[in-house]
């Protein structure tokens, strides 16, 4: 006669674990690194190693003075370096990517606890640091080596203090100036499609980020042409795509429930028009996707399904 086992759950299991899940990250991150490389050379692979050392030297030894386990070998801090790496400018100087994977790791991880407490996203948080603290290195963007000129504007940059708009097929294939990965679209759609393929993000917050940036740009441009972006541009120039792809999807700072995610994208895209259209900065993907950070415990509270067979009490 055979037993009947009773366990508490969860029920399902699943091969997906953090080592796969950012391994995965990294695939698909490869395209995008491939292109800053290809458009900034040797710069770029400066920045990627800089930013990458300081996020896994400062895990190993956070983990190593709190007498926890040596998590290095999940890859959760070489996920977090190339983030960081990928939204900052080619011409960087090394310490300061070093010092941002410091920050990320530091105060934007282990600080909360390690991976999986953190409320911001690590790698936007220490791009904010620093920022903060070295605006102009921040701001100083170097051209690809396929244009003769040694300095730059984003296209962003241009559209807001000069009103001239770089063309679509340009920035598509992202011979422009910017952070080292936010230029060539092609390579950040394929860790996108990559990534959904794998079941390693969902589509939900991606979408209503894009969805959101399109309405808003295309009801102002159609409004006001002369004091909005159209609305291709605003996808494709800038961090938008990085951002909506590799940011807002962080399974830790974003909402867990379906309705909570397609308001986390909603709120995003506001922001960052917002900021871009009347902020005093050229981009707000960052802002955006901090500030809704923020807000993910009170999504996820206002958005939580009832339990099964749960009957509200009624007001007598």
Known sequence: MKKLTINVSPHIFTNIDTRFMMKSVIMALIPAVAASIYFFRGKAAGVIAASVLGCVITEYIFQKLRHREIKIGDYSAVVTGLLLAMVLPPALPLWMAFLGGVFAVGMGKELFGGLGHNVF????????????????ALTTWTAPITLDAMTTATPLGLAKF???FTSSMTLFIGNVGGSLGETCAPALLAGFIYMLWKKIIDYRIP?????????FSGIT?????????PPIFCVFAGGFLIGAIFMATDPVTTPVTKKGRWIFGVGCGL??????????????VMYSILF?????PLINR?????????????AR
């Open 121 to 136: 996203n690590p790698a936007l948080l220490a791009r904010a640091f620093l920022m903060a603290a070295f605006p102009i």
């Open 162 to 164: 000069n009103h001239e």
């Open 207 to 215: 979408v209503a980020y894009a969805a959101t940036l399109l309405g």
């Open 221 to 229: 441009y159609a409004v006001n042409p002369a004091g909005a972006y």
């Open 271 to 284: 922001i960052t028009m917002i900021i871009r259209l009347w902020g005093g900065l050229p981009e707000g």
């Open 292 to 296: 809704m950070n923020a807000f993910t």
């Open 302 to 314: 206002i958005t939580k399904p009832r339990r099964y067979g749960l009957v509200r009490e009624r």
